[in-house]
T-cell receptor, first 109, second 114 residues
Framework: DAKTTQPNSMESNEEEPVHLPCNHS???????IHWYRQLPSQGPEYVIH?????VNNRMASLAIAEDRKSSTLILHRATLRDAAVYYC??????????WGAGTKLIIKP | DAGITQSPRYKITETGRQVTLMCHQT?????MFWYRQDLGHGLRLIYY???????DKGEVPDGYVVSRSKTENFPLTLESATRSQTSVYFC?????????????FGDGTRLSIL
């Protein structure tokens, strides 16, 4: 099964951009890259997803490496409400998302 | 408000008891999912359903039973609860499976088995 590797935690200052990395060296050509986040005591929340090209939405941007072996979630201007665990997930088959432990993002005021 | 609701939010029961967790969505999404999340870990898929009367096993199905008689409901039953099933359970739905479509999650059920 394709897996992802993320740092356990990251810190950033409020109102600054945040770059959350994800490695997925065993990704196959049809695997989508999904990002979700989970705030304390809540269910996960969809952030963004992509296949090959960089993607933007109102929440974030997703930069995908040309070889697709890594990707970066970009929060353009972090707020305290962005403090959460961020999961990078590969969507490979049978509708199963394989979740890792994610990156705990800490935002300092 | 439209959305996905889980009940109960909290449940304490004893080993050997049967317990059912409820999940209801108002989007008419075809796909629904049950996950469990153990402390400090990511989610693991228990079962999923592509449509009414169609269900399939996920990564960790043992000890669980699901049914889907109506599109909007997807209950999860622990037929004989064990302590190892203490966890937070999340239900999710999506319009067209996980490929290319986001999953929308409920707020979870915290289940403790004594």
């Amino acid at each position: 099964d394709a897996k992802t590797t993320q740092p356990n935690s990251m810190e950033s200052n409020e109102e600054e951009p945040v770059h959350l990395p994800c490695n997925h060296s065993t990704i196959s050509g049809t695997d989508y890259i999904h990002w979700y986040r989970q705030l304390p005591s809540q269910g996960p929340e969809y952030v963004i997803h992509g296949l090959t090209s960089n993607v933007n939405n109102r929440m974030a941007s997703l930069a995908i490496a040309e070889d697709r072996k890594s990707s970066t979630l970009i929060l353009h201007r972090a707020t305290l409400r962005d403090a959460a665990v961020y999961y990078c997930i590969l969507d490979y088959s049978n509708y199963q998302l394989i979740w890792g432990a994610g990156t705990k993002l800490i935002i300092k005021p | 408000d439209a959305g996905i609701t889980q009940s109960p939010r909290y449940k304490i029961t004893e080993t050997g008891r049967q317990v059912t967790l409820m999940c209801h969505q108002t989007w008419s999404h075809s796909y629904m999912f049950w996950y469990r999340q153990d402390l400090g870990h990511g989610l693991r898929l228990i079962y999923y359903s592509a449509a009414a009367d169609i269900t399939d096993k996920g990564e960790v199905p043992d000890g669980y039973v699901v049914s889907r008689s109506k599109t909007e409901n997807f209950p999860l039953t622990l037929e004989s609860a064990t302590r190892s099933q203490t966890s937070v359970y999340f239900c999710a739905s999506s319009g067209q499976g996980a490929l290319n479509q986001p999953q929308h999650f409920g707020d979870g059920t915290r289940l403790s088995i004594l």
